[in-house]
Nanobody, 123 residues
Framework: QVQLVESGGGLVQAGGSLRLSCVAS????????MGWFRQAPGKEREFVAA????????YYGDSVKGRFFISRVYARTKVDMQMNSLKPEDTAVYYC????????????????WGQGTQVTVSS
């Protein structure tokens, strides 16, 4: 069964950093675009960042531009996201997702989802 497994979440103080990772269980994901979304309690799931299978194209949500950085070694099944200057409003469950059709800011653009990892930023 195809799996996406996130790791790296935790508790951090405002202004701190965390690095999230997502690993896909199958080699076929090396040709998938990957994305990160997040969902805070009582809020809709929102786009955070996405990267193409080659790593050449990256998109970011407006609220994280300049603070979060998504990366991927060319055509590998592991994607990282470095999160800097974290704010309390970044607190959410972060989900990794995979897309056959390319990096996308829309939830519907993704075919597979991980279970999520909790990020909590204290003030």
């Amino acid at each position: 069964q195809v799996q996406l497994v996130e790791s790296g979440g935790g508790l951090v103080q405002a202004g701190g950093s965390l690095r999230l990772s997502c690993v896909a269980s199958e080699r076929t994901f090396s040709r998938y675009a990957m994305g990160w979304f997040r969902q805070a309690p009582g809020k809709e799931r929102e786009f955070v960042a996405a990267i193409s299978w080659s790593g050449a194209t990256k998109y970011y949500g407006d609220s994280v531009k300049g603070r979060f950085f998504i990366s991927r070694v060319y055509a590998r099944t592991k994607v990282d996201m470095q999160m800097n200057s974290l704010k309390p409003e970044d607190t959410a469950v972060y989900y990794c997702a995979a897309s056959r059709s390319g990096p996308d800011e829309r939830i519907v653009g993704y075919d597979y989802w991980g279970q999520g990892t909790q990020v909590t930023v204290s003030s």
